[in-house]
């Protein structure tokens, strides 16, 4: 009595790959893995990319925020202005102190 295959990726061979391609990446869009194999020798897995989801619905949204510490605006504030400088600076004073548009002969 033989004992059946593990179920795992299905096994292609290095000429399946080049000659089913389009089959193989049908297979890959659906979810499956492939085990490419040369000679009998298993050599690499091909895996389906993992798609990123683009929204996160409210519910999820509330149920991760759960666990996230409490901001203190405030406190939020005070660090802002101890780190960063919010004065406004015309970019072009700096290139005039470096003397990049100094006016030359015409």
């Given at each position: 009595?033989?004992?059946?295959?593990?179920?795992?990726?299905?096994?292609?061979?290095?000429?399946?790959?080049?000659?089913r391609s389009a089959e193989i990446m049908d297979a890959l869009e659906r979810g499956e893995r492939c085990a490419v194999t040369r000679n009998g020798d298993h050599i690499g897995d091909l895996v389906p990319i993992r798609r990123r989801r683009r929204a996160v619905s409210r519910a999820e949204f509330a149920a991760m925020s759960r666990g996230m510490p409490r901001l203190d605006d405030r406190e939020y504030r005070a660090d802002l202005e101890r780190h960063v400088n919010d004065?406004?600076?015309?970019?072009?004073?700096?290139?005039?102190?470096?003397?990049?548009?100094?006016?030359?002969?015409?």
């Open positions: 009595m033989s004992t059946p295959e593990p179920v795992g990726p299905a096994r292609i061979s290095q000429r399946d790959l080049r000659n004065d406004l600076y015309d970019p072009y004073d700096r290139a005039y102190g470096r003397g990049e548009f100094t006016e030359g002969p015409r």
